[in-house]
């Protein structure tokens, strides 16, 4: 019962922390606030961290610099993931508090702007270069000052003359083709904040209509919005088809909602009120524009055939439906019937047919639908096999990690940063070199410390160090990343430690350190661990000679089941 307790209270917070990021990336940082708070509470640290950011900037709650520390010190020493990115900002922190720094600090999820002393958006030298190419035309960088423009007018009014530079880089951008700006144009009819510092007129039509376009552009907040007007009757005549419609072209461009998990399908942008359409009215309404031609409905019908939600399980109609919106480009789609194909387990395995679809989805930039390819061209599968087009593909993959840093890394980009690791140190399809390949693998290790539950593969990494497997054997980076490894909970690198460390193999003997990574696998539950406890107690090894304790841990062993604690006991002449 108490598993299923901490379950719920994982699932719970993971799914505040996620409303929380959504309410984050919209700038609805009140509401953001509240979600990390609670995730955080519940023991959720990526939401610590950023709430964290929120006391930093003062965003949704009133800034406080000392609370930013207090919680960035917090997950720096959880030592899960962001603590490396948390250990960075107590940096910044202290250098702000010693007078030395002025608070510049690049957000994970906001541009580049001054929060500190007071200073505006135009006073950065990157503003001002942007603010030249503006005036020269570049819709780049219309694009950049316009939306600095509206965040400094989000938070501290308008400053004369920006509101009309402003406006009149969004319509350029608009009559561009700019969604982003088109659903920006739309606020100035209907945002209070915005027609209160005396840009634009209210004029809820007006309003309604550049959010359609921004909509039909793919802006997801325009799509979010004109979805919420429609469904409510507010500011337009209600209409919950067409809301249902923007609704499902928003979370097909989120994180949000994973369109195979059906019972969540109809939540709008957060649970509060409840579901907005039943899943059986989402079938329905999924199925009436399936039938239109939507590529996204389309691909959302293919789950409910393919897991048997409000019609009868199928998995060849399942197909055709992800077919159909993988044939008009549709990423997801792509990759699911790549996916399908290559598992065999819904559909008959297709291995040309599986490297046909991940070929496409890769085209379009999927991390992982790229390392199957490289995996393709590795073994021969579906494709005749080709070492430099796998190394090609395993690079796209493993180089997506360059991309976006505000955005959570692919997690299967280290997979591709190993492979090519293991390419450099075998000199297959790039000339060999373990220099190069260390490299890849660092990059791996780097990339697996973002993620959670990663001990296993970080030991992977230790263990190609240690034994020379894939990599030139080097002894100091494989401690290194067995001790990753065990901060990750794997109990294998717990014990490699441990042993190595007492026996004084590779590194320099130290009980104290091997009594500490003992302690830590007889707290996971691993009997011979606490045997060995109970005889560095007897034995003052790394700790002080304590029998009392020594046979308290080796009795707990002994009724474990442990052979050697029964025989150590009647060595001891003790029950």
Same mark, same amino acid.
């Given at each position: 019962?108490?598993?299923? =307790?901490?379950? =719920?209270?994982?699932?719970? %917070?993971?799914?505040?922390?996620?409303?929380?990021?959504?309410?984050?990336?919209?700038?609805?940082?009140?509401?953001?606030?509240?979600?990390?708070?609670? %995730?955080? !509470?519940?023991?959720?640290?990526?939401?610590?961290?950023?709430?964290?950011?929120?006391?930093?900037?003062?965003?949704?709650?009133?800034?406080?610099?000392? /609370?930013?520390?207090?919680?960035?010190?917090?997950?720096?020493?959880?030592?899960?993931?962001?603590?490396?990115? %948390?250990?960075?900002?107590?940096?910044?922190?202290?250098?702000?508090?010693?007078?030395?720094?002025?608070?510049?600090?690049?957000?994970?999820?906001?541009?580049?702007?001054?929060?500190?002393?007071?200073?505006? *958006?135009?006073?950065?030298?990157?503003?001002?270069?942007?603010?030249?190419?503006?005036?020269?035309?570049?819709?780049? %960088?219309?694009r950049y000052v316009a939306d600095t423009i509206w965040l400094h007018?989000?938070?501290?009014?308008? *400053?004369?003359?920006?509101?009309?530079?402003?406006?009149?880089?969004?319509? =350029?951008?608009?009559?561009?083709?700019?969604?982003? $700006?088109?659903?920006?144009?739309?606020?100035?009819?209907?945002?209070?904040?915005?027609? @209160?510092?005396?840009?634009?007129?209210?004029?809820?039509?007006?309003?309604?209509?550049?959010?359609?376009?921004?909509?039909?552009?793919?802006?997801? /907040?325009?799509?979010?919005?004109?979805?919420?007007?429609?469904?409510?009757?507010?500011?337009?005549?209600?209409?919950?088809?067409?809301?249902?419609?923007?609704?499902?072209?928003?979370?097909?461009?989120?994180?949000?909602?994973?369109?195979?998990d059906l019972d969540r399908i109809g939540y709008p942008y957060t649970?509060?009120?409840?579901?907005?359409?039943?899943?059986?009215? $989402?079938?329905?309404?999924?199925?009436?524009?399936?039938?239109? @031609?939507?590529?996204?409905?389309?691909?959302?019908?293919?789950?409910?055939?393919?897991?048997?939600?409000?019609?009868?399980? =199928?998995?060849?109609?399942?197909?055709?439906?992800?077919?159909?919106?993988?044939?008009?480009?549709?990423?997801?789609?792509?990759?699911?019937?790549?996916?399908?194909?290559?598992?065999?387990?819904?559909? /008959?395995?297709?291995? !040309?047919?599986?490297?046909?679809?991940?070929?496409?989805?890769?085209?379009?930039?999927?991390?992982?639908?790229?390392?199957?390819? @490289?995996?393709?061209?590795?073994?021969?599968?579906?494709?005749a096999q080709n070492d430099q087009e796998a190394v090609k593909w395993?690079?796209?993959?493993?180089?997506?990690?360059?991309?976006?840093?505000?955005?959570?890394? *692919?997690?299967? $980009?280290?997979?591709?940063?190993?492979?090519?690791?293991?390419?450099?140190?075998?000199?297959?399809?790039?000339?060999?070199?373990?220099?190069?390949?260390?490299?890849?693998?660092?990059?791996?290790?780097?990339?697996?410390?973002?993620? *959670?539950?990663?001990?296993?593969?970080?030991?992977?990494?230790?263990?190609?160090?240690?034994?020379?497997?894939?990599?030139?054997?080097?002894?100091?980076?494989?401690?290194?990343?067995?001790?990753?490894?065990?901060?990750?909970?794997?109990?294998?690198?717990?014990?490699?430690?441990?042993?190595?460390?007492?026996?004084?193999?590779?590194?320099?003997?130290?009980?104290?350190?091997?009594?500490?990574?003992?302690?830590?696998?007889?707290?996971?539950?691993?009997?011979?661990?606490?045997?060995?406890?109970?005889?560095?107690?007897?034995? @003052?090894?790394?700790?002080?000679?304590?029998?009392?304790?020594?046979?308290?841990?080796?009795?707990?062993?002994?009724?474990?089941?442990?052979?050697?604690?029964?025989?150590?006991?009647?060595?001891?002449?003790?029950?």
């Amino acid at each position: 019962m108490k598993s299923n =307790n901490t379950n =719920n209270q994982k699932t719970k %917070a993971e799914e505040l922390y996620k409303q929380g990021w959504l309410f984050h990336c919209r700038r609805k940082y009140e509401s953001a606030a509240k979600c990390y708070k609670e %995730a955080a !509470e519940l023991g959720y640290t990526t939401a610590l961290y950023y709430l964290a950011l929120l006391y930093y900037e003062g965003k949704g709650v009133e800034k406080d610099l000392v /609370e930013a520390a207090k919680c960035f010190e917090a997950v720096a020493k959880a030592g899960e993931k962001l603590s490396e990115e %948390a250990k960075l900002r107590l940096e910044s922190l202290a250098d702000i508090d010693s007078g030395k720094g002025i608070g510049i600090v690049g957000t994970d999820l906001d541009d580049w702007i001054v929060v500190g002393a007071g200073f505006g *958006p135009q006073d950065t030298e990157e503003y001002r270069k942007m603010w030249a190419l503006a005036d020269q035309g570049d819709l780049e %960088a219309q694009r950049y000052v316009a939306d600095t423009i509206w965040l400094h007018i989000e938070e501290n009014g308008c *400053p004369d003359g920006d509101g009309e530079t402003m406006l009149r880089y969004l319509r =350029n951008l608009a009559d561009h083709g700019d969604a982003w $700006a088109q659903c920006k144009i739309a606020e100035t009819y209907i945002n209070d904040t915005i027609v @209160g510092v005396g840009i634009g007129d209210l004029d809820d039509q007006e309003g309604i209509k550049w959010y359609r376009k921004a909509a039909q552009g793919g802006d997801s /907040e325009a799509q979010y919005l004109l979805s919420g007007f429609l469904y409510r009757g507010d500011r337009v005549k209600q209409d919950k088809e067409e809301a249902f419609y923007w609704w499902m072209h928003y979370i097909e461009t989120t994180d949000y909602l994973d369109k195979s998990d059906l019972d969540r399908i109809g939540y709008p942008y957060t649970y509060e009120d409840g579901k907005w359409w039943t899943t059986k009215e $989402a079938f329905r309404l999924f199925k009436k524009y399936a039938e239109q @031609g939507d590529p996204v409905a389309q691909h959302c019908l293919g789950f409910f055939y393919l897991d048997g939600q409000c019609v009868r399980k =199928n998995h060849d109609t399942a197909v055709k439906w992800f077919t159909k919106a993988a044939e008009q480009g549709h990423e997801e789609s792509q990759f699911k019937l790549g996916e399908l194909y290559y598992q065999g387990v819904k559909v /008959e395995q297709n291995k !040309e047919e599986a490297f046909k679809w991940y070929r496409k989805s890769a085209e379009q930039g999927r991390a992982l639908s790229q390392y199957m390819l @490289g995996e393709f061209y590795t073994k021969g599968e579906g494709v005749a096999q080709n070492d430099q087009e796998a190394v090609k593909w395993y690079r796209k993959s493993a180089r997506q990690t360059d991309k976006d840093l505000w955005r959570m890394i *692919p997690k299967d $980009a280290w997979r591709a940063c190993k492979r090519l690791g293991l390419r450099y140190h075998e000199g297959k399809g790039v000339k060999q070199s373990d220099v190069i390949a260390a490299r890849w693998y660092e990059k791996a290790g780097r990339i697996l410390l973002t993620l *959670p539950e990663t001990g296993a593969e970080l030991r992977d990494i230790a263990d190609g160090y240690f034994f020379g497997d894939g990599i030139g054997q080097n002894y100091q980076q494989a401690i290194k990343w067995y001790k990753k490894a065990a901060q990750f909970g794997d109990l294998y690198a717990m014990r490699q430690l441990a042993e190595l460390y007492e026996q004084g193999v590779v590194v320099t003997q130290d009980n104290k350190e091997a009594y500490k990574w003992y302690a830590q696998l007889a707290s996971r539950g691993e009997i011979d661990a606490q045997y060995k406890t109970g005889l560095f107690y007897l034995e @003052g090894k790394g700790v002080k000679p304590n029998k009392k304790k020594a046979l308290a841990k080796i009795r707990k062993a002994a009724s474990f089941g442990s052979k050697e604690a029964k025989e150590k006991l009647l060595e001891l002449g003790e029950k």
